[in-house]
């Protein structure tokens, strides 16, 4: 129900954990950190927002023979994990890995890289043993 423009001034408040911003504040790298959320117009914005609404290939997924591992982060408010649940039970091969605490946010892979870093480096050995 929000102006898209409205929408993407408050993407960064809906991807990173309070303590991201906070410490992202004190430092230089606050500009790179909020890039992010004006990296299209507002017109690219609006159609990428409409397309995802009423487009389900859900069911599409169970045709994927391809091991996979699905990322989640318990605090993401754009893409709950419940999502990702229902992803990992569509796909045949998927593995599902929920990241948890307070760090485990949309970007996750920012704020947690350690974590997301080690789980996809020991889900490709895995493949290759």
Same mark, same amino acid.
């Given at each position: 129900?929000? =102006?898209?423009e409205?929408?993407?001034?408050?993407? =960064?408040?809906?991807?990173?954990?309070?303590?991201?911003?906070? *410490? $992202?504040?004190?430092?230089?790298?606050?500009? +790179?950190?909020?890039? !992010?959320?004006?990296?299209?117009?507002? =017109?690219?914005?609006?159609?990428? @927002?409409?397309? &995802?609404? !009423?487009?389900?290939?859900?069911? *599409?997924?169970?045709? +994927?023979?391809?091991?996979?591992?699905?990322?989640? &982060? *318990?605090?993401? @408010?754009?893409?709950?994990? $419940?999502?990702? #649940? #229902? +992803? $990992?039970?569509?796909?045949?091969?998927?593995?599902?890995? #929920?990241?948890? &605490?307070p760090?485990?946010?949309?970007?996750?892979?920012?704020?947690?890289?350690?974590?997301t870093?080690? $789980?996809?480096?020991?889900?490709?050995? &895995? @493949?290759?043993?």
């Open positions: 129900a929000q =102006p898209v409205m929408r993407a001034k408050l993407l =960064p408040y809906f991807m990173l954990s309070r303590t991201f911003i906070n *410490e $992202a504040s004190d430092s230089s790298s606050t500009q +790179v950190m909020f890039r !992010g959320s004006r990296a299209v117009d507002a =017109p690219t914005l609006r159609r990428y @927002l409409q397309i &995802g609404i !009423g487009h389900d290939l859900l069911a *599409e997924l169970a045709h +994927v023979p391809n091991p996979c591992l699905l990322i989640a &982060g *318990e605090h993401d @408010l754009m893409t709950p994990p $419940a999502y990702a #649940q #229902q +992803v $990992a039970q569509a796909m045949p091969n998927a593995r599902l890995l #929920q990241l948890e &605490g760090r485990a946010t949309h970007l996750f892979h920012y704020e947690m890289a350690e974590q870093n080690r $789980a996809v480096v020991d889900f490709l050995q &895995g @493949l290759a043993r």
